[in-house]
């Protein structure tokens, strides 16, 4: 009913509108005094300290939410991540042993690849840690320790509040192995630290200004491809904005690592292509941001629509962008919980536009329970 769908045509636009609530959630009760307490997690600072790699296993959004994680946990904590999806992972004989640190990310708990992966790392004695939305679901009861994202239940198909939610638990995963196992970065760990506490605000500030977002949908209905471009956190970002795109307008949809450009993705460039850019901070990142902003002009010379997210205030990129769609400053390695707010919001009502329920794509189901 409407009333189920607080007042919205479909239950994912109610989870996209959810999203701050979903990563308070996530996140409350595990700051305290100034330190991460993981409780629910079972492992012990000395646990944490005995872990000499990480692997991240997933599938789908979850999948995206490790790569985001890599980029976080080997910067603070120096500590090597390898993120893998669930349904290579056991068949390519890796690695692993009592001091492998294996998480898997699932929002049902139920994922067929992502359980198998998790009995596979079990068996070659790596600790594995659950990170799902559901209560008491198979991949958490498997697990060794589980940290549970509050997101609450996610009904549309494809995930968003419990992607942001997966972000946020890896954050917290990676700040408490730096926090048992100390940091190089000190200054850093402790703003990130900080700000992920105040980033539910920022994602709702995102949300008052996606009305831009859903008009710029409405005029690329018609479009016949997109491509995401990003670099560093910026990549999985432009990766899940692609998927997204691909779930629910049935739209061909390709994210890039935009270092990639010249090796083969601009080959597809033509006049009209919409090219989604994923900035990074101007000033955290200059050197990427550069790199982007050169990138954006090689594209737009070879007639590509440019529809660039940036950070609010990043003039640099202006004049570039056919579009500029603006989200609110944050550090770097947080910033995906903003960004990807805006593509979720353009997927969604591209696929309205043309006429699709984005709650029931086609072909897709909530939770894949067979390989
Ligand atoms: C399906 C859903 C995706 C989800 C993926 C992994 O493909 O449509 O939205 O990301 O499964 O699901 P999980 O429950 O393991 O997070």
Known sequence: SAAEKG????FMLKEIEEQPDALANTLRGHFQSGRIVLDEQRMSDQDLREVDKVFVVACGSAYHSGLVAKYAIEHWCRLPVEVELASEFRYRDPVLDRDTL??????????????????????????????????????????DAVLYTHAGPEIGVASTKAFLAQIAANYLVGLA?????GTKYPDEVAREFAELESMSAAVQKVLSTVDQVRELGQRMADSKAVLFLGRHVGYPVA?????????????HAEGFAAGELKHGPIALIEEGLPVVVVMPSPKGRAVLHAKLVSNISEIQARGARTIVIAEEGDETVRPFADELVEVPAVPTLLQPLVSTVPLQVLAAEIARTRGYDVDKPRNLAKSVTVE
Do not use: F, W
């Not at 990766?239 to 739209?251: H, N, S, T």
């Open 7 to 10: 007042g919205h045509e479909y």
């Open 102 to 143: 294996v998480v898997a990310v699932s929002q049902s708990g139920e994922t067929a690849d992502t359980l198998e992966a998790v009995r596979h790392a079990r068996e070659q004695k790596a600790r594995v840690l659950a990170v799902c939305n559901t209560n008491g679901a198979q991949i958490p009861r498997e697990s």
């Open 177 to 181: 192995l730096a926090q048992a196992r």
């Open 239 to 251: 990766l899940e904005g692609a998927l997204k795109l691909k779930e629910l307008a049935y739209m």
